[in-house]
C-alpha cells in the first residue's frame, strides 16, 4: 500500500517563497513518477509539475516554469516542490500523487488520470 504525505504548506506573503515536501511509503518510484497538483476553490485540479522516476526528467505546468522546481530525494523517497514569487492565485489546496510504473511519457505527466496514489493536500495561501 502506497501513501503519499504531504507537508510545508502554510500562509506566505506575495513575492514569498515556500518549499512542500512530499514523502511515499511503501514501493519506491523509481519508475513512473510524482507529481504536483494543485486545486483552488470552485477550480478544476491544476497540473503544476512531475519529475519521471527512471531519470529525472522534470516537467512544468505553462505557468508555474521558472517560478516553481520539482526535485526528488532519491533516497528519502521523497519529492519537493520549491516556488517563490508567489502570488495570490497561487492560492490552493497542493496534492502530491504518483505512479510507480512505467516510463511515462511528457503528455501523460500532466494527466490527473496517469496517477494512481494521491496525498491528502496541504493549504498554500499566498496574501497580506
Known amino acids: 500500500q502506497v501513501q503519499l504525505a504531504e507537508s510545508g504548506g502554510g500562509f506566505v506573503q506575495p513575492g514569498g517563497s515556500l518549499r512542500l515536501s512530499c514523502v511515499a511509503s511503501?514501493?519506491?518510484?523509481?519508475?513512473?513518477?510524482m507529481g504536483w497538483f494543485r486545486q483552488a476553490p470552485g477550480q478544476e485540479r491544476e497540473f503544476v509539475a512531475a519529475i519521471r522516476g527512471s531519470d529525472n526528467y522534470a516537467f512544468y505546468g505553462g505557468s508555474m516554469k521558472g517560478r516553481f522546481t520539482i526535485s526528488r530525494e532519491r533516497a528519502k523517497n521523497t519529492v519537493f516542490l520549491y516556488f517563490n514569487g508567489l502570488a495570490p492565485a497561487d492560492t490552493a489546496v497542493y496534492y502530491c500523487a504518483g505512479n510507480n510504473r512505467g516510463r511515462p511519457l511528457m503528455s501523460t505527466l500532466t494527466s490527473r488520470q496517469f496517477y494512481e496514489y494521491w496525498g491528502q493536500g496541504t493549504q498554500v495561501t499566498v496574501g497580506q
Open positions: 511503501g514501493p519506491t518510484f523509481s519508475t513512473g513518477a
